[in-house]
């Protein structure tokens, strides 16, 4: 019997269980806390059943197998789904590392809520001039300043999203590598536009998405993923945000810098992980 894949999804698991049995192929399903893990009792297959799995991960919403769930799936599966399916795959979701800088974020627009933006800012802005380049905590502080409720709650939800997955998948130690390396390079793209006053976790977030988009599409085995539709809809928030059609002000040269570091993270751990192979 040979592992296949473990999917977060039970119901994407079962799909693609149901569309392989229209195939003429059995898979098994062991439903786990957090995750779905499917096997292959017959060895033989597993050439059949990469090839179906890597078209499955492009586009695992297709109506082929939402059909192959209506002709060939039971209601007598073993997986259970929880009833607030939205609000557990969040907590499922979120590590020590996704919950605590998201508690940090938290804190933080508190303070500035309390104290001032100004107040909160002389202490984690990025470096104002050398004097403060010893400070070494500025030059990935910024990244937890937020000046708005929509401002916090969108970076908060991509960062749940996306590094839950990093974390989950690849570790806490990947998750960080992605973080401080991006806060720093996307703050000091930022700099070089608007000087010091900015600040935001969607360096970080636009660095994932590139990260974690890329390695799924390269990688699907590895169970990180951004469905290519959500990858478009950021792309396009990225090209309003540069012509200001939102009407506010949005650190652009942050998120560009962001996309196209987590993109060669990206590159480099997919070309490092085949020349293990």
Known sequence: MVRVISLPNPRLAQAFV?????????????????????????????????????????????????????????????????????????RQQAGPLTIGISVICIVVYLLMLTLGDNAVMTW???????????????????????????????????WWYLGGQVEKRLGGGKLLQIMIVSAFMSGWAQSLFSGVYFGGLSGVVYALMGYVWWCGERAPGLGIGMPRGLMVFALLWLVAGHFGLFGMSIANAAHIAGLIIGLLMGFWDMRHARRQH
Do not use: C
């Open 124 to 158: 984690l802005a990025w470096p104002a001039g050398s004097d403060q380049y010893f400070q070494v905590w500025r030059w990935i502080s910024h990244a937890f300043l937020h000046f708005s409720p929509l401002h916090i709650i969108f970076n908060l939800m991509w």
């Open 18 to 90: 149901d569309y392989m049995a229209t195939r003429g192929v059995q898979l098994e399903l062991e439903p786990r806390e957090q995750d779905v893990v499917l096997w292959l009792p017959d060895d033989a297959k597993l050439p059949q059943v990469e090839r179906e799995l890597e078209q499955f991960m492009k586009e695992p919403l297709h109506p082929r197998y939402q059909a192959a769930s209506w002709h060939s799936g039971t209601t007598d599966s073993g997986l259970r789904y929880a009833r607030f399916g939205y609000l557990q795959n969040l």
